[in-house]
């Protein structure tokens, strides 16, 4: 939940409307999803909820912050809408050199990044021995444990950049 706050600084202001709530427009979770939703089954994404501290100082990056607090409000992600960040050229400043887009799916925040997308999987709820009508995630509920995993097993999503191959540096390879 956001906290209420006094502007003290326009320039502080700016900056969170521009990048803070254009990444929230991102979130569309009671949306259909073409890629992920299968019949009663529908999966949504979020992201990492900790911030990386160093000698008692956060050094987590923009980006991340502003996900790790969406994700903290409960915001979630269709697959397409994390693929469409990174193709707007959100936190491009990490893409390869030469373009501004890369993957936040697979790279999230960029090289050295600490952060993951965690899967939630959802079922259509059930009344009366009846499946309730298709009404975003309203009528669903969460499904966890095996159930979740074998029906859709976890994938680059879950790999976080600092474990991958040259931290996931795009640049310097």
């Known amino acids: 939940m956001l906290s209420d706050e006094e502007v003290?600084?326009?320039?502080?202001?700016?900056?969170?409307?521009?990048?803070?709530?254009?990444?929230?427009g991102?979130?569309?979770?009671?949306?259909?999803?073409?890629?992920?939703?299968?019949?009663?089954?529908?999966?949504?994404?979020?992201?990492s909820r900790n911030?990386?501290?160093k000698e008692g100082e956060m050094v987590t990056r923009d980006f991340c912050q502003e996900m790790v607090a969406l994700?903290?409000?409960g915001a979630l992600f269709k697959y397409e809408d994390i693929i469409a960040m990174g193709d707007d050229g959100i936190n491009g400043?990490?893409?390869?050199?030469?373009?501004?887009?890369?993957?936040?799916?697979?790279?999230?925040?960029?090289?050295?990044c600490r952060h993951a997308w965690f899967r939630k999987v959802f079922f259509?709820?059930?009344?009366?021995?009846?499946?309730?009508?298709?009404?975003?995630?309203?009528?669903?509920?969460?499904?966890?444990?095996?159930?979740a995993n074998e029906l859709f097993p976890k994938g680059e999503?879950?790999?976080r950049p600092n474990d991958m191959p040259n931290r996931a540096s795009l640049k310097y390879k």
């Open 157 to 159: 999503e879950a790999v």
């Open 8 to 24: 003290t600084n326009p320039e502080d202001e700016e900056k969170f409307r521009s990048e803070f709530m254009s990444v929230r």
């Open 93 to 112: 400043q990490f893409a390869p050199s030469g373009s501004s887009t890369y993957s936040i799916w697979t790279y999230k925040g960029g090289v050295y």
């Open 51 to 53: 911030y990386t501290w």
């Open 26 to 47: 991102y979130a569309k979770p009671d949306e259909k999803s073409d890629e992920k939703d299968t019949g009663l089954y529908k999966v949504r994404y979020y992201y």
């Open 71 to 73: 994700s903290k409000m």
């Open 124 to 147: 259509r709820k059930r009344k009366d021995g009846k499946f309730l009508p298709n009404d975003g995630l309203k009528n669903d509920t969460v499904v966890t444990g095996k159930v």
